[in-house]
Nanobody, 124 residues
Framework: VQLQASGGGLVQAGGSLRLSCAAS????????MAWFRQAPGKEREFVAV???????YYSDSVKGRFTISRDNTKNTVYLQMISLKPEDTAVYYC???????????????????WGQGTLVTVSS
């Protein structure tokens, strides 16, 4: 599967953005879809996952502010971000894997498919 992320930009603290990740292929619904981010000088970190279209998980730093969703008719996963903070500034990546029932979801090495990243900059 190929992934194309978009929607990043510059926003003031407290503002909102919605990221999109369009996927190729006919079996989009069979994939777990996740978002990760990498801030300057830091390691890539887990943000959110929609697991098998059934449940979602979020990192503690974004819980309550970010919402992951998907539209299988459009082969697209979204990340709605509200109440943005300067510390949310990062390159955001979407990632995909065939649905995995192992119980693990937050390590980037579990996802073989990655989009190119979209930059989100939150100004104070």
């Amino acid at each position: 599967v190929q992934l194309q992320a978009s929607g990043g930009g510059l926003v003031q603290a407290g503002g909102s953005l919605r990221l999109s990740c369009a996927a190729s292929g006919r079996t989009f619904s069979s994939y777990d879809m996740a978002w990760f981010r990498q801030a300057p000088g830091k390691e890539r970190e887990f943000v959110a996952v929609e697991w098998s279209g059934v449940t979602t998980y979020y990192s503690d730093s974004v819980k309550g502010r970010f919402t992951i969703s998907r539209d299988n008719t459009k082969n697209t996963v979204y990340l709605q971000m509200i109440s943005l903070k300067p510390e949310d500034t990062a390159v955001y990546y979407c990632a995909a894997r065939i649905t995995d029932y192992s119980g693990s979801y937050s390590s980037d090495n579990e996802y073989p498919y990655w989009g190119q990243g979209t930059l989100v900059t939150v100004s104070s």
